[in-house]
């Protein structure tokens, strides 16, 4: 059973986009774990440089692809030179997404287009010029990362709540036009975790309270425990999943 090559990721290459920190550097360390070559993806060089040398000093193989993931003309140039210098991208964690709070009636133009442009448009854009690659191949794995809120909503993040909705059905969209050419589209729905994103509310001792108290599980997720879904969807064990979202919240969409 330990040479069970079911969810081994050896000899693949993870492009992962936001993989500076947070979750997407999480994510990148658990694939290069597991056997793949990591691609960490962010906007600037000097942080994922800092990144690389960590995973690299942990003993993975991991380089890195700095390019803005909301500018399409970028995506595209930056996903051609990673398949002809570096080799075919195998698996895309769709992970870049930020976060922006205010009252719905009071929200900004310039907060929504901010969210819509990096949380939705780039997971399109880099999934489209990911999939063109890995399409006439016949194989590859997608990942996007969804939320709790591509189901539920909270006040103050409707339009961070569209987005992530958006996303949802992208991933399906994708999978329904993809599967049939050998592709595996799927969603990865975080609860509420602790990162640099929620710091604020990690420390509002009400919301945790309000949280624990909501979540079956009583507590936060730890950044770690995203890892077993990622492998999962990135290997060979997923290999008839198509279009699914799967949640890991602690139970929260479970339980009203």
């Given at each position: 059973?330990?040479?069970?090559?079911?969810?081994?990721?050896?000899?693949r290459r993870a492009l992962v986009t936001g993989a500076s920190r947070g979750i997407g550097l999480t994510l990148a360390r658990g694939l290069g774990q597991f056997g793949a070559k990591i691609v960490l993806n962010g906007r600037n060089s000097e942080p994922l440089a800092t990144a690389r040398d960590m995973l690299a000093g942990e003993g993975l193989d991991v380089t890195t692809a700095a390019f803005d993931v909301t500018d399409q003309d970028a995506v595209i140039a930056g996903v051609e030179n990673i398949e002809y210098e570096q080799g075919p991208i195998d698996i895309l964690i769709n992970n870049a997404g930020i976060q922006?709070?205010?009252?719905?009636?009071?929200?900004?133009?310039a907060d929504w287009d901010a969210l819509i442009s990096t949380n939705l448009n780039a997971v399109f854009f880099v999934g489209q010029a990911v999939a063109r690659h890995?399409?006439?191949?016949?194989?590859?794995k997608i990942v996007n990362i969804c939320s709790v809120q591509s189901e539920l909503a909270r006040p103050g993040i409707a339009p961070?709540?569209?987005?992530?909705?958006?996303v949802k059905n992208l991933t399906k969209g994708m999978a329904t036009d993809w599967a049939r050419h050998g592709l595996q589209i799927n969603g990865l729905a975080p609860g509420y975790f602790k990162t640099e994103m929620n710091e604020k509310l990690v420390a509002d001792q009400v919301f945790t309270q309000w949280l624990c108290q909501r979540t079956p599980a009583g507590r936060w997720g730890n950044v770690e425990e995203l890892v077993g879904a990622a492998v999962f969807l990135s290997s060979d064990a997923s290999s008839f999943v198509n279009g699914h979202v799967i949640m890991v919240d602690g139970g929260i969409t479970a339980s009203v």
């Open positions: 059973m330990q040479d069970n090559p079911l969810f081994s990721l050896a000899g922006r709070r205010a009252p719905l009636d009071q929200f900004s133009r890995m399409l006439p191949r016949g194989r590859g961070y709540t569209a987005t992530k909705g958006a």
